[in-house]
């Protein structure tokens, strides 16, 4: 009894002692990245029952002892521990959990995860987006996926970049993947006219991520328009049962070009007086860069304003934006946006209603391009302006000289002004029926409606004597219209241990667009066009997971096309894959992969997008307009008696060349793969290898005479095959509290090649293309048989003793003792080999710092502006004038232009700085401010010798140089 009650004592004295050691520690828990409170965070004592979650707010409060270990855990991020040493508050930032396999991935018409997805399907997320003063939304993901290479056209405001997935499937018809925006699938001709990116309108700080969808089998269910991939771009919507919140940014930016062409100095241009042929009375006194005089450093600035809220069945999210770009020329790039999306739910989360819509008002100044080649031109000794203060000219002796590039620059004498208002609005309806939950309705209305005007003025050439002014007005319409639904029955079959996912639906969809302009220069051009075709398309998809190991999926889809007579109106498209979850077998248990899955896939695409031709199956006359092709029938007869004064002419009708039998071009393609993760999937990656054959092709081929009503035919012929491999390795290289560093690496080899072209199966029938300056309708590149579609067309040029280039002197390849065209081989090519990227994202307390380079291999570029300009003849045999020369010239002394000489395909390997940027946040009481710089396209590393090594055609021709950006970014969460 004494023991017991010494016991008893002895507790009654330590359990207050143990109460007393406790401590209250608060705290808050936020998304680390968009500082956005969370609520429903689990936060326990490891290793007892003790526990708590956050509220609304992200809030959260719990007793601790000394050396015990806080879990942090929330569903889609990843979960810290941290050892409680005596702090009393403790705020917390999750990181979403970027190897999480049951992340949800859109699909197309559906959902899947990561886990169950067998397809090529890859999602960027907004955590992984480049960073700055982005206008264009496809720069955000630039390097970030593999087998997705984005290259943008240049420096001027709003460029967008072209897309290339895989490498595109086609040849004259487009090469650019489907964009599908919440739903609702963009014309691949571009949303708007008038406007620089068709992409422009769409706000990229509102979208939330992007999935592209790469192998046939995952495309297959957009049917007729999936060849060159989808990429699926999902907007933010706000989240349910969230705090109302306030966020304003801020992107103040600097840019100015980062190359410009290497032409002669004032210097080295006065020292070719000793040229005889050289007119020194021509020089001036001065010494003037006129690429320097052209570009400038500009500014620019980004603003968004956000708020948002979300309750139980209710959220919503509004944004107004305001970007203005400026381009080193003067051009500028205006828009003005208002974002809106809201969900609710009704019938106890059975039926969900998102409405999404993206209003904007694109104002576009687009300075005069022209203003690049004449900079490159202009003799460098004359001052831009001459005694009188007038823009210094060579004068109307001189009808083909350059315009002083400043004149074509002046507001006064340039204008060129597009402003486009366009709305992107979806309703979707989700409904889960009463009488059986697994099954749903889904529904999705879209509209993408914009409408522009513009105007232009271009004053009359002053080295023209009587030159004519240009002043045009214009004015378009775009109208794209969707309609589609489906149901999907979903359900755990548990006698037969499968989960089964089926859908079918409908889809219905128009595009409309009409053009009008009225341009008066020394004659009047007025014209209509409307331009109308409509898909109409039915699909279904079966997805089977057999005992959380075996994964099948089938899909198909039949689309109808306008575009095609009716014998050829439908196609009919498929895709079928297969999964293997290893890591799910009994004998994976003790394995050392967190993740191991096998997949392969086959599908079959099309292609139907030919621009604006929409009849081509069909014979058509075209009617003679603004009096440009009228025949004189007879003369007028005003008092019975013929006046030959005043001839009649009647206007004509013109048949058009078409193929009846114009059909769907097809893409088969097949893809194996292997994803795998290590170490909780800290350390995960993915391998895809895919052969793709697309036949029929849609090309613009040459026609024999008298065959069709028109020299160039649009048919199907030819066959181009193209195979590549995907390398993508993800890893969470460190994750503590204070720290944190991750990385990305991905790497794609491609190999594309035409293995047939002609009607006739001629393997030494050839198509010139790749236009370029330097004389008239000449062509550097060449679609033939065997050969890469970007493939140059050159002699192989001869060199002396010392390695330097005898001008003229090519390899005689059939020996027939001269040079011909025969003589020209096919060698090289634009197309990269391989291209890479690479990204790095480190944290440190409240600092963060990420990078991204790119890279490309194996690809070339045609120097256009040193095989034109790089001569004497560029200087001294000009009519009336004399020009400045490329700086090429001193080094090969070239007599004349030597075009077709392969001295000018040059090795374009780089590797780029895209993007670094350096953060702080800082978090006060109720307010979190986020500081940030960011640097774009710091520095190339190449030994390419023109202007910029990653040109999207590989021709370098008066290209407008990229820009070098710097910007600073403030971010107020409130």
């Not at 592209?212 to 957009?222: E, F, G, H, N």
């Not at 800290?682 to 697309?694: C, H, I, M, P, S």
């Not at 036949?695 to 066959?719: F, K, R, W, Y």
């Not at 090519?829 to 391989?834: V, Y």
Request: net charge negative; charged share 20%.
């Amino acid at each position: 009894m004494k023991t017991f009650l010494n016991a008893l004592l002895i507790c009654l004295i330590m359990v207050p002692a143990t109460l007393f050691a406790q401590t209250t520690v608060t705290g808050t828990v936020t998304d680390k990245a968009d500082a956005m409170p969370l609520p429903g965070v689990n936060v326990i004592i490891k290793g007892t029952s003790r526990g708590t979650a956050t509220d609304f707010d992200g809030k959260y409060s719990i007793e601790v002892n000394d050396g015990e270990t806080i879990v942090i855990s929330y569903l889609g991020y990843t979960t810290q521990e941290i050892v409680y040493n005596g702090q009393s508050t403790l705020d917390i930032a999750l990181a979403e959990d970027a190897a999480q396999l049951d992340e949800v991935v859109l699909i197309g018409y559906g959902s899947t995860t990561k886990q169950d997805a067998t397809g090529a399907v890859e999602k960027v997320g907004d955590g992984e987006f480049n960073r700055g003063a982005i206008v264009a939304p496809q720069q955000l993901i630039a390097g970030k996926a593999a087998g997705v290479r984005i290259t943008t056209g240049g420096g001027a405001a709003g460029e967008g970049g072209e897309i290339r997935i895989r490498g595109g499937a086609s040849l004259s018809a487009t090469n650019d993947p489907l964009i599908v925006i919440d739903g609702l699938p963009i014309d691949q001709r571009g949303g708007a006219q008038g406007t620089a990116n068709a992409l422009n309108a769409v706000n990229p700080a509102d979208i939330e991520d992007f999935v592209v969808l790469k192998d046939a089998s995952a495309t297959a269910i957009y049917g007729s328009r999936a060849s060159n991939g989808v990429i699926l771009i999902t907007t933010k919507k706000g989240r349910a049962n969230q705090p109302f919140k306030v966020e304003y940014g801020l992107q103040a930016s600097t840019r100015t070009v980062a190359n410009t062409v290497d032409v002669l100095s004032a210097a080295e241009y006065r020292a070719l007086a000793s040229d005889a042929r050289f007119d020194s009375s021509t020089l001036g006194n001065a010494s003037t860069d006129w690429q320097d005089e052209i570009y400038k450093t500009v500014n620019g600035a980004i603003h968004n304003l956000t708020v948002s809220k979300g309750y139980e069945n209710f959220n919503f999210r509004v944004n107004l934006n305001h970007a203005s770009q400026q381009d080193p020329l003067g051009g500028l790039n205006e828009r003005t946006g208002a974002n809106m999306a809201f969900v609710q739910r009704l019938l106890d989360n059975d039926l969900k209603l998102t409405l999404t819509s993206n209003l904007s008002q694109v104002e576009n100044d687009f300075a005069n391009t022209g203003a690049i080649g004449s900079a490159i031109s202009f003799d460098p000794t004359q001052s831009p302006f001459d005694e009188n203060g007038e823009y210094t000219q060579y004068g109307t002796s001189a009808n083909l000289a350059p315009v002083n590039p400043l004149f074509l620059l002046d507001p006064a004498n340039d204008v060129d002004r597009q402003t486009s208002k366009r709305a992107i609005t979806n309703f979707n309806i989700d409904y889960k029926f009463w009488f059986l939950k697994d099954l749903r309705l889904n529904l999705n209305a879209g509209i993408d409606y914009a409408e522009n005007d513009g105007y232009r003025f271009e004053a009359a050439n002053p080295n023209v004597l009587g030159g004519a002014e240009t002043n045009e007005v214009s004015s378009g319409l775009n109208r794209n219209t969707s309609l589609d639904f489906y149901l999907n029955y979903k359900k755990n079959i548990e006698s037969i241990n499968t989960v089964v996912d089926i859908t079918a639906g409908h889809a219905f969809q128009e595009f409309y667009i009409e053009g009008f302009f009225d341009r008066q220069t020394n004659t009047r051009i007025t014209q209509t066009d409307i331009n109308r075709n409509a898909l109409e398309s039915y699909f279904a998809r079966a997805s089977f997971d057999i005992a959380d190991r075996y994964l099948v999926s089938a899909s198909y889809r039949r689309d109808g096309s306008s575009r095609f007579s009716e014998d050829n109106r439908w196609g009919d498209f498929a895709g079928v894959s297969v999964g293997w979850k290893i890591t799910n077998e009994s004998w994976m248990e003790n394995s050392f992969f967190s993740n191991l899955k096998l997949r392969a896939g086959w599908g079959q695409t099309g292609q139907q997008e030919l621009n604006d031709l929409n009849y081509g199956y069909l014979g058509i006359y075209t009617p003679s307009r603004n009096d440009a092709a009228n025949v004189q029938f007879g003369y007028a007869q005003p008092n019975g008696q013929i006046d030959l004064t005043q001839p009649i002419f009647i206007n004509t009708l013109r048949p058009e060349g078409f193929d009846e039998n114009l059909t769907w071009e097809k893409t088969d393609q097949y893809n194996v793969a292997l994803d795998f993760g290590f170490f909780n999937n800290r350390l995960n990656g993915t391998v895809d290898a895919y052969y793709r054959e697309t036949e029929d092709l849609l090309s613009t081929i040459p026609t024999a005479a008298g065959s069709n009503l028109t020299d160039l035919l649009t048919t199907n012929v030819g066959q181009v095959t193209s195979r590549g491999l995907e390398f993508t390795l993800n890893g969470v290289i460190a994750q503590q509290e204070d720290f944190g560093w991750d990385a990305n690496f991905n790497i794609t080899f491609q190999e594309q090649e035409i293995t047939s072209l002609s009607l006739n199966n001629d393997p030494n029938y050839f198509i010139l293309t790749g236009g370029i300056s330097g004389g008239v309708g000449n062509n550097i590149q060449i679609l033939r048989e065997g050969y890469d579609p970007t493939t140059f067309f050159v002699w192989r040029q001869v060199y002396d003793d010392n390695g330097n280039p005898i001008e003229g002197a090519y390899v005689d390849v059939n020996g027939d003792n001269q040079i011909t065209e025969a003589d020209r081989q096919p060698y090289k090519k634009a197309t990269p080999d391989a291209f890479i990227g690479f990204t790095n994202n480190f944290r440190y307390k409240n600092l963060d710092l990420n990078f991204t380079f790119r890279g490309s291999f194996g690809n070339y570029v045609y120097n256009n502006s040193a095989s034109d300009r790089g001569n004497i003849n560029a200087v001294v045999n000009q009519p009336g004038y004399q020009a400045n020369a490329h700086a090429s010239f001193l080094d090969t002394g070239f007599e004349n232009q030597n075009l077709f000489s392969d001295l000018y395909i040059e090795r374009a390997d780089f590797v780029r700085l895209d993007n670094i940027s350096l953060g702080y946040t800082i978090p006060f009481e109720k307010i979190t401010l986020r500081a940030s710089l960011t640097a774009t396209n710091l520095f190339v590393i190449t030994e390419y010798d023109g202007l910029d090594p990653e040109i999207g055609n590989g021709i370098e021709n008066s290209f407008y140089p990229r820009t070098r950006d710097v910007v600073l970014g403030l971010n107020f969460t409130f």
